[in-house]
């Protein structure tokens, strides 16, 4: 079965670059989750869209940008980047349904940035 | 993640069963999970509980859910070193546009 795809999987940035996370999600789903987990830390939501409009922001930094396109991918845009941004961001997609089956997330396998 | 509170080591011996705690803060909470992951992977999807639900047993896995106490566990029957690997769980609010919210993990040291 198709699972999420993630590109690029490492991302070796220098300090105050831009970068740019692409995310596919499995075929049909319709909603995008951006996650963010640092070193030894649990994953933080960032951002999330449904049907390619903007649906809920976490703690997600105002140099982050991000957009779902009309295929339903996303890009995660990063902009003068911090050593803080180190981390690995994962893309998880799920299909919205009725309230009595849970809006599973499926993760892909996550883009390493390290900010040097 | 400070809504979510997870203990952050647990030993076990290939074959015994392993239980997971976990503890979370906010009673709106609609569905809780349990997500596994291995050293430089993604998150697996493990098992997940509705919130109005006692408990869930999906083959090896049984989870458990207090909701007064608002406190979740997982129940790994014969455990084996495959299993070595982090364990979250997370909940998530209808209300709050499904976002996952994780503890911190649990390592789970699988020992022959």
């Known amino acids: 079965a198709a699972g999420v795809i993630q590109s690029p999987r490492h991302l070796i940035k220098e300090k105050r670059e831009t970068a740019t996370l692409k995310c596919y999600p499995i075929?049909?789903?319709?909603?995008v989750y951006w996650y963010q987990q640092g070193p030894g830390q649990d994953p933080q939501f960032l951002i999330s869209?449904?049907?390619?409009?903007?649906?809920d922001k976490g703690s997600i930094p105002d140099r982050f940008s991000a957009q779902q396109f009309s295929d339903y991918h996303s890009e995660l845009n990063m902009s003068s980047l911090e050593l803080g941004d180190s981390a690995l961001y994962f893309c998880?997609?799920?299909?919205?349904?009725?309230?009595?089956?849970?809006?599973?997330?499926?993760f892909g396998p996550g883009t390493r940035l390290t900010v040097l | 993640g400070e809504d979510v509170e997870q203990s952050l080591f647990l030993s076990v011996r290939e074959g015994d069963s392993s239980v997971i705690n976990c503890t979370y803060t906010?009673?709106?909470?609609?569905?809780l999970y349990w997500y596994k992951q291995e050293p430089g992977a993604g998150l697996q999807l493990l098992t997940y509980?509705?919130?109005?639900?006692d408990m869930k047993q999906d083959q090896r896995l049984t989870v458990l859910l207090n909701k007064k106490d608002k406190h979740l566990s997982l129940r790994i029957a014969d455990t084996q070193t495959g299993d070595s690997a982090i364990y979250f769980c997370?909940?998530?609010?209808?209300?709050?546009?499904?976002?996952?919210?994780f503890g911190g993990g649990t390592r789970v040291l699988v020992k022959p």
């Open positions: 998880a997609s799920s299909l919205r349904r009725d309230r009595w089956v849970p809006d599973t997330q499926y």
């Open positions: 997370a909940e998530s609010k209808e209300a709050a546009g499904n976002k996952l919210t």
């Open positions: 869209f449904y049907e390619k409009m903007q649906s």
């Open positions: 906010d009673s709106s909470s609609t569905y």
């Open positions: 075929p049909r789903h319709d909603t």
């Open positions: 509980i509705f919130s109005n639900m």
